[in-house]
């Protein structure tokens, strides 16, 4: 079922083959449950600067840095870049307004599929857009000897952040291997254009509000309505990557 989008995707490339050696994990909306918090905190403390951004459209620009979310949409309403005194208050208003939530739970299936990945001798790495000390501390608490600290892509890394392909590129150097030798997994639009534009074969998750459509039409390789279902899969996708 997994051979057409692994051969359509190593025709486009020119690759023989993938020889799958690191997984590329995004965070929030991937291995935390974490999603909802991040729109309602990013609608609200938007609003109380007279900024216009739904939690509907937070999922849009989700994975991008909370810098560029701030200023794409005061561009929008104002014609001009916030300041950047404007944009540090304004994330720092947001991560205190997401940490008054309650912790997020580990998504369903994440922990498993980590556990599949590391037994396969794959290496797991973590893409993530956010600077949430709080979550990438909870990171090795609730996923324990998952990821090793030199195998981390966090906002404090990049400069551009997702769509942009450099998070990911920045993630294949750190793990040391190729594009060819990677997989990208993401849950959001702008996560899957860059893992895209990075050249990594890339699996969409969807585990937010969107329409699976939206995933597919940013270049996903694969969709899986659920990290569990890529869990469930995960075997029958390990054998058609290798072959
Ligand atoms: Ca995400």
Known sequence: MFEKSISDYLQKHGYPHLQLKAALFDMDGVLFNSMPYHADAWHKVMERHGLHLSREEAYLHEGRTGASTINIVYQRQFGKDASPELIEGIYAEKSKEF?????????????????????????????????????????????????????????????????????????????????????????????????????????????????????????????????????????????????
């Open 99 to 243: 940490n008054s939530h309650p912790e997020p739970e580990r998504m369903p299936g994440a922990w498993e599929t980590l556990q599949k990945v590391k037994a396969a001798g794959i290496t797991p790495v973590l893409v993530t857009g956010s600077g949430q000390h709080s979550l990438l501390d909870r990171l090795t608490h609730n996923f324990p000897g998952m990821f090793d600290r030199s195998h981390m892509v966090t906002a404090f890394d990049v400069k551009y952040g997702k769509p942009n392909p450099e998070p990911y590129l920045m993630g294949l150097e750190k793990a040391g291997v190729q594009a060819h030798e990677a997989i990208v997994v993401e849950n959001a639009p702008i996560g899957v254009q860059a893992g895209v534009a990075a050249g990594i074969f890339t699996i969409a998750v969807n585990t937010g509000p969107l329409d699976g459509q939206v995933l597919l039409d940013a270049g996903a390789n694969l969709l899986f309505p659920s990290m569990q279902a890529l869990c469930d899969n995960w075997q029958e996708l390990l054998d058609a990557l290798k072959k």
